[in-house]
């Protein structure tokens, strides 16, 4: 599943090496794309890319909701019992999706996190997600060290109890899913340079935003309950052993 803003011109590249990393695997998966509001050609091009492939879903928001929100309309389109993530600027790699999933199926996890060990980006942008993962650390005792890659891959079931519906939610997905007792691994996954067009987050910009989510995760940690997988059946009063 891909999110995609404004990424007309990644899109080709990213859809052909979907397709030629799920045959090198020989898995059988669908590629959803949600379009989130984009102003460029990003539509046109996924519906020619739908055209020549059958396994290619496009999905249409009718206007830019942020990256939360696209992940959860992507997961709620989705059929099969595993779910994976990509960014749509080509630095993930659709040939990791496969190991990931082959990790979680061997570990009996419920979310295989991807980690980028040699990231290509800006050493703000690096600055600003240290900053981030210590801050994650404190508030939340999260200790997956690259919340930020969208690379992983998740059971079904887990990724529908994420509240991707709230804006900003994507960041702490690691820590929503341990809330919910997930078994949570993370592995390294390539990193690449961006392929075209430029990001879409302005470090600073987004830095108080990201801090009033983080207190928002953690007031969710310390309110949540966590039931049992089955609620105990109610005792018949007749059979109460006096």
């Not at 779910?83 to 993930?92: F, H, S, V």
């Not at 996890?109 to 040699?118: C, E, I």
């Not at 340079?193 to 969710?220: E, H, I, N, T």
Request: net charge neutral; charged share 25%.
């Amino acid at each position: 599943m891909v999110p995609a803003f404004n990424e007309a011109e990644c899109l080709p590249a990213l859809v052909a090496e979907f397709d030629a990393a799920m045959q090198d695997a020989q898995v059988d998966a669908e590629l959803i794309a949600v379009d989130d509001g984009s102003t460029d050609d990003t539509v046109r091009v996924l519906h020619d890319q739908e055209t020549e492939h059958p396994w290619l879903r496009v999905v249409t928001l009718p206007q830019n909701a942020g990256q939360s929100a696209a992940f959860a309309a992507g997961i709620r389109a989705a059929r099969g019992p595993h779910i994976g993530m990509l960014d749509a600027d080509g630095q993930n790699d659709p040939a990791d999706l496969p190991r990931l999933l082959q990790h979680l199926r061997q570990t009996d996890a419920d979310l295989v996190q991807g980690q980028r060990t040699d990231r290509q980006d800006s050493t703000k942008k690096r600055l600003a997600s240290t900053i981030g993962r210590a801050a994650r650390r404190w508030a939340l005792g999260d200790r997956v060290a690259d919340t930020g890659c969208s690379c992983r891959v998740a059971t079904a079931e887990l990724a529908r109890s994420w509240p991707l519906h709230l804006r900003g939610m994507h960041r702490f997905i690691p820590a929503l899913s341990a809330m919910h007792g997930a078994r949570v691994v993370e592995i390294p996954v390539a990193h690449r340079p961006r392929r075209a067009g430029r990001s879409k987050y302005r470090d600073l910009a987004r830095g108080l935003p990201g801090f009033f989510d983080l207190l928002a995760v953690q007031w969710m940690q310390r309110r949540h309950v966590r039931l049992p997988d089955a609620a105990a059946p109610a005792r018949d009063p007749d059979s109460v052993t006096r």
